[in-house]
């Protein structure tokens, strides 16, 4: 084991190793690829999947994220990237019938996979029964959220109705309810900045009435 306990840095120091590195990458003296990635090259991989119906094969990056893989290489750009840390859910879609938050998640882990974005709901002229509900009860209001929270409502039904519990059912030998407190516990996820909540939860619930 290096025995770093010796190592002592003021904070002086430390500022002048980072503007000399700083000055060695504006001057070219290091190699790009030794900053942005270790020095390793990129790898890419033939990522095949099935979205919103419509077979998709595309080369990327095996970094790339199921998020970017859909906006900048499908152009599929209803998926919104808010927080891109997994905290907002706006990027949330749904593959192999569970949401996730896709800008967590690698393209490359869903070879195969089926994905559903908020383009596969519903389109302009035909919408899903979920997205002509958020339009009845005004469930948005700047609408930059509304793609992630409608592709999780859609999901949280299904949930329900497959007895999947939440952390607030109460009784988890009786099959899932939907109460309001489930529906919010289970939305909880999806964060709507202009907080239009009241609005997505009569969105929500009318839905759900009419498939019970």
Not at 144 to 153: D, L
């Amino acid at each position: 084991m290096n025995d770093f306990s010796k190592w002592k840095f003021t904070r002086r120091e430390v500022l002048k190793l980072g503007a000399a590195s700083a000055g060695a990458l504006a001057a070219g003296s290091l190699p790009a690829a030794q900053i942005t990635d270790g020095g390793r090259k990129p790898v890419n991989a033939s990522v095949a999947m099935d979205v919103n119906g419509t077979p998709q094969n595309v080369t990327l990056d095996t970094r790339t994220t199921l998020l970017d893989a859909l906006r900048e290489h499908m152009h599929l750009t209803g998926t919104k990237k808010g927080c891109d840390h997994g905290q907002c859910g706006a990027c949330t879609v749904i593959v192999d019938g569970r949401r996730i938050n896709s800008c967590l998640t690698l393209a490359v882990m869903h070879q195969g996979a089926k994905v559903t974005t908020i383009e596969g709901l519903g389109t302009p002229t035909n919408l899903h029964p979920m997205q002509a509900s958020f339009v009845k009860h005004d469930g948005y209001q700047c609408g930059y959220c509304t793609p992630g929270q409608i592709c999780s409502a859609v999901a949280v039904l299904d949930e329900i109705r497959n007895d999947i519990p939440s952390h607030v059912s109460a009784d988890l030998t009786v099959k899932a309810q939907f109460t309001t407190t489930e529906l919010r516990e289970r939305m909880s996820g999806n964060i709507c900045r202009c907080g239009a909540y009241s609005n997505i939860v009569e969105a929500i619930t009318e839905v759900a009435g009419s498939h019970a």
